[in-house]
């Protein structure tokens, strides 16, 4: 079945690197996504890397995928007090047409 | 903002009665799912429609149903509630080959 893993917490220094880590365990995973959620707010899409690919680099964001050990994380860069928020990794068979099944979620929070 | 509407944002009401939650997809998304975030069970998927049938079924209980219109608004109907229904509740719409864009949310308290 369908499984997606992440740690529950972390906390860094604001302009530190943030690393979240998530695995899955579906091998025929396809999308791979990762959604932000701040305190009373809807999921914001932040980015989704295609299985064939290793690395998406956006601004701020790098996202690494190792697909042998099912291992996907975020890096964001120079991290900012308004990046405090859970980020939730979510994985699909195919992007638009099937639903997501998401991780609990990692709590991030920023000490300035 | 992602183009999804959910409304109300909130909701409170009792033990034994029935509530409809409204979701408008983003201009154009024909694909409509709904999802259940509680603090013991996650981000749960409930249903999805598309183009106004039902596609696939997950967590859903049989006290709840959903349908969508054919302007593509969608409605989750929650009935005989219980305590351990209230929940935030998320729609979430797409197109093929797009990612899911999520609404807000309606927070639903069971008193």
């Known amino acids: 079945g369908e499984d997606v893993e992440q740690s529950l917490f972390l906390s860094v220094r604001e302009g530190d690197s943030s690393v979240i880590n998530c695995t899955y365990t579906d091998s025929s995973s396809t999308y791979l996504y990762w959604y932000k959620q701040e305190p009373g707010a809807g999921l914001q899409l932040l980015t989704y890397i295609f299985s064939n690919m290793d690395m998406k680099q956006d601004q701020r964001l790098t996202v690494l995928l190792n697909k042998k050990d099912k291992h996907l994380s975020l890096r964001i860069a120079d991290t900012q007090t308004g990046d405090s928020a859970i980020y939730f990794c979510a994985e699909s068979k195919d992007t638009g047409r099937r639903a997501l099944t998401f991780g609990s979620g990692t709590r991030l929070q920023v000490q300035p | 903002d992602s183009g999804v509407t959910q409304t109300p944002k909130h909701l409170i009401t009792a033990t034994g009665q029935r509530v409809t939650l409204r979701c408008s997809p983003r201009?154009?998304?024909?694909?409509v799912y709904w999802y259940q975030q509680s603090l013991d069970q996650g981000l749960q998927f409930l249903i999805q429609?598309?183009?106004?049938?039902?596609?696939a079924k997950g967590n859903i209980l049989e006290r709840f149903s959903a349908q969508q219109f054919p302007d593509l608004h969608s409605e989750l109907n929650l009935s005989s509630l219980e305590l351990g229904d209230s929940a935030l509740y998320f729609c979430a719409s797409s197109v093929p080959n797009s990612p899911l864009h999520f609404g807000n949310g309606t927070r639903l308290t069971v008193t």
């Open positions: 201009s154009g998304d024909l694909s």
């Open positions: 429609y598309y183009n106004g049938e039902e596609r």
